[in-house]
Structure formats: C-alpha cells, structure tokens
C-alpha cells in the first residue's frame, strides 16, 4: 500500500507558475506515476506521466510546452512544474501510481493508487 500526499496549490494569475508536489509514504521506484486533474461534473483526466525510472514522459496536449513532470526516486516524490497558467488550468490535481504500466502515458484504468488532490485556481 503506498499512500499518496500532494501539496504546492494554490491562487495564481494566469500567466503564472506553481509547482506541485507528490510524497509517497513508500518507496516509488516500481511504479509509473503521473498526474491527472478534475472540475466540477466532469471527469478525472490525464494531464502528464512518467516511466519508472523517468526515461519516459507524456503529456497531454493541453499543456504541451507548459508542464514539466519529473520525479525523485530517492525522495520518493513526484512533480510537476507549471508554467504560463490559464483559467482553463483550473482544476483538483491528483498524483497517481501505477503497477501496470511502465511508461509514460496512463489512463485511469492503470492506476493502482490515487493522492486526494490539489485545489490549483487560475484567475484571469
């Protein structure tokens, strides 16, 4: 069982950075990790991932060129660096896990424990 512990959301203007963190209470060297976001009536999406040993990145095309996903094995954390915000940006971000995939897209069905989430607002 590992459990998951975002942190770093919060208010931003848009056109602003914030850096979210992920602490995993076990070791994270077997898992592909990423983060996924939600609003309010729709559903959890992928936003970024991360191969086990970091050799693999994907994100999606919303924030191609803006996000930046890494992790520390070490440490046990993930990250994810955002820049250039925008309204649209607004959302829960939730740190996943993932024993079945090794790379670095992942959809919901492939992950085997979620973080809580992060409240990050953009405004405009």
């Known amino acids: 069982q590992v459990q998951l512990v975002e942190s770093g959301g919060g208010l931003v203007q848009a056109g602003g950075s914030l850096r979210l963190s992920c602490a995993a209470s076990?070791?994270?060297?077997?898992?592909?990790m990423g983060w996924f976001r939600q609003v309010p009536g729709k559903e959890r999406v992928f936003v970024a991932g991360i191969s086990q040993m970091g050799g693999a990145k994907s994100y999606a095309d919303s924030v191609k060129g803006r996000f930046t996903i890494s992790r520390d094995n070490a440490k046990n954390t993930l990250y994810l660096q955002m820049e250039s915000l925008n309204p649209e940006d607004t959302a829960v971000y939730s740190c996943a896990a993932s024993l079945k995939r090794n790379m670095g897209y992942l959809s919901r069905n492939d992950i085997d424990y979620w973080g809580r989430g992060t409240q990050v607002t953009v405004s405009s």
């Open positions: 076990g070791r994270i060297l077997g898992f592909a």
